[in-house]
């Protein structure tokens, strides 16, 4: 569920019609909705109130400072997978003890900053790393604590295998069945308290039984740890919760909790959860503008200011994402976003962007309904994985991002210009 509609006729984001942020912010433009990221991310609070869970906002996944800084300001906490994601964090004032930081590639100089930082936790994914840590905090005379990233073993069918990361034989955390002997080895660490436990199966994950599985094996885990001496405060389920790509597609905030709180009701963990597509998918669409249209063989192109540099996630990972025009002339209305929605006058199109490469196509073999030169097309489901992943490839300054609040909107990114596109560049 989001605030994009269309109102006679025109694709509104809350109440502003998109056409008006084209007019003054230029396409291709990222535009969010205040009202869907906060709605989001008080659904998964509300659902997992009675584990009293801290949320860290994962911000790989939508990491603009204004967007954050709402989350901050609302109690949140954040994961971060890098230095340059905990600089984020920090600009917008978060509150460190709800720093969850992960990732299989720390870098010494990461490490000391997060410690000098103060954050809350380090999400270790393996041996070496751990003692690495330890050196550190040693050198730095800091004192943290950690989880244990364990890898237990499941997978959803749906999920894109690039995305997929708790099967055994990916990079990510330490088997499930080496985490009691890590616990033995690394448990008494005179800097770094080992009492944690974490868990990130993959994104996006469309059912709650996978959750249900790795939490399931998960306990008996941390049964074991304690058995064993070692002691376990902490479990943090990482992110993975789906959206709607397609209408009505993914399960909610409460359909998860509704699986997932009963496992942990009672334990007396501190858990920890880090979404990140379930909050700032849905409450963002990518806007650009039609450049050309034309024929290849029996093909026909839509051509538009956007591009693979944008939105890289079709071109990447086949990803599917609902496009229509922002302007409806006649009865073209979609009842719901299906990529199989085809409006009576429409035509096949494959939409593409101007990179120079074959791959860079943004929707393929999508029904339109005709599309001509300066109108107005909106990828929906854009708001996660999308401006962050875009690059500057064809030497293409970024897209300008746009936060829509009621009737008003403000830009939180200027459109980059050509001097952004090469000013770390020496000749
Ligand atoms: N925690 C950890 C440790 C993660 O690696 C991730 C995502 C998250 C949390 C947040 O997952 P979410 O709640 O957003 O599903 N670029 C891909 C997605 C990569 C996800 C990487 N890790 C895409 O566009 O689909």
Redesign the pocket.
């Given at each position: 569920m989001d605030y994009f509609d269309y109102k006679n006729g025109e694709l509104c984001c809350e109440e502003v019609p998109v056409k008006d942020i084209a007019a003054e912010a230029g396409t291709p433009v990222y535009i969010y909705s205040k009202a869907t990221l906060m709605r989001h991310y008080s659904g998964v609070v509300k659902a997992f109130a009675e584990l009293d869970a801290i949320i860290c906002y994962?911000i790989?996944?939508c990491g603009n400072l204004h967007i954050l800084k709402l989350f901050a300001e609302n109690g949140g906490g954040f994961?971060v997978?890098s230095g340059g994601e905990l600089a984020r964090a920090q600009q917008v004032g978060a509150d460190m003890k709800k720093i969850v930081f992960?990732?299989v590639g720390k870098t010494d100089n990461e490490i000391r900053e997060a410690l000098t930082a103060g954050i809350g936790w380090f999400?270790i994914e393996s041996e070496q790393e751990f003692e690495n840590l330890s050196r550190l905090a040693a050198e730095t005379k800091t004192k943290t604590r950690a989880a244990l990233?364990v890898n237990p073993d499941v997978f959803d069918p749906n999920t894109?295998a690039?995305?997929t990361?708790g099967k055994k034989e990916t990079k990510?955390g330490v088997d499930i069945d080496r985490a009691a002997a890590f616990f033995e080895k690394y448990g008494h660490d005179a800097n770094v308290t080992l009492d944690g436990i974490?868990l990130?199966i993959g994104?996006?994950?469309y059912s709650p039984q996978p959750y249900v599985d790795a939490i399931t094996k998960t306990l008996g885990l941390i049964e074991e740890i304690r058995a064993g001496g070692g002691k376990v405060n902490v479990l943090d389920i990482?992110?993975?919760?789906a959206a709607d790509y397609e209408a009505d597609k993914s399960p909610s905030a409460q359909a998860y909790a509704d699986a997932i709180v009963p496992l942990l009701k009672g334990t007396g963990l501190q858990i920890i959860l880090?979404?990140?597509?379930?909050i700032a998918c849905n409450a963002g669409i990518l806007l650009s503008q039609v450049l050309y249209t034309k024929r290849g063989g029996d093909k026909k192109f839509v051509i538009v200011d956007a591009a693979m540099t944008d939105l890289i996630?079709p071109a990447?990972?086949e990803?599917e994402h609902f496009i229509y025009p922002a302007h409806l002339d006649h009865d073209e209305f979609p009842p719901n976003r299906r990529f199989d929605f085809a409006p009576a006058n429409g035509e096949q199109v494959d939409i593409v962007g101007g990179v120079c490469e074959t791959g860079d196509i943004l929707g393929k073999s999508r029904t339109l309904p005709p599309m001509q030169r300066g109108d107005l097309l909106s990828i929906f489901s854009a708001g996660?994985?999308g401006f962050v992943?875009s690059s500057q490839y064809n030497a293409r300054p970024r897209a300008a991002e746009v936060l829509v609040d009621g009737d008003s909107f403000k830009i939180i990114r200027r459109r980059e210009n050509y001097n952004d596109v090469f000013a770390a560049e020496i000749f």
């Open positions: 994962s790989k996944s994961d997978v992960a990732g999400n990233r894109h690039y995305t990361t990510f974490h990130h994104s996006p994950i990482g992110g993975g919760f880090e979404p990140g597509r379930h996630r990447l990972y990803a996660a994985y992943m």
